[in-house]
């Protein structure tokens, strides 16, 4: 059975809530070696050679949206004329 690296991480401030304890681990692991916080490396016992990569805006998005269905979450566009390019449709 794997380990919840996420519950020994967080210790007492876990909760059942997954985006609440994506919140606090974000929060508490920023700015800090990448060997002793990041979660891939806690799973692979501090290796550097771990990494999952995918975008947590998209996946924050999909679970903003589907709770929030009345607000629009976007990304602001720094690098055109136009910084609301992503609410076109």
């Known amino acids: 059975m794997i380990?919840?690296?996420m519950e020994e991480y967080l210790g007492s401030e876990y909760t059942k809530n997954s985006i609440e304890n994506f919140i606090k681990y974000w929060i508490k692991s920023y700015n800090k070696p990448r060997s002793n916080n990041d979660l891939d490396c806690?799973?692979?016992?501090?290796?550097l050679n771990a990494d999952t990569l995918f975008s947590v805006w998209t996946s924050l998005k999909f679970v903003l949206?589907?709770?929030?269905p009345n607000e629009r979450f976007y990304k602001v566009n720094?690098?055109?004329?136009y910084p609301h390019k992503f609410l076109k449709g």
Not at 42 to 47: A, M, N, Q, R, V
Not at 65 to 68: P, R, W
């Open 65 to 68: 949206d589907s709770l929030n």
């Open 78 to 81: 720094k690098y055109g004329d």
């Open 3 to 5: 380990k919840n690296i």
């Open 42 to 47: 806690l799973y692979f016992e501090g290796d």
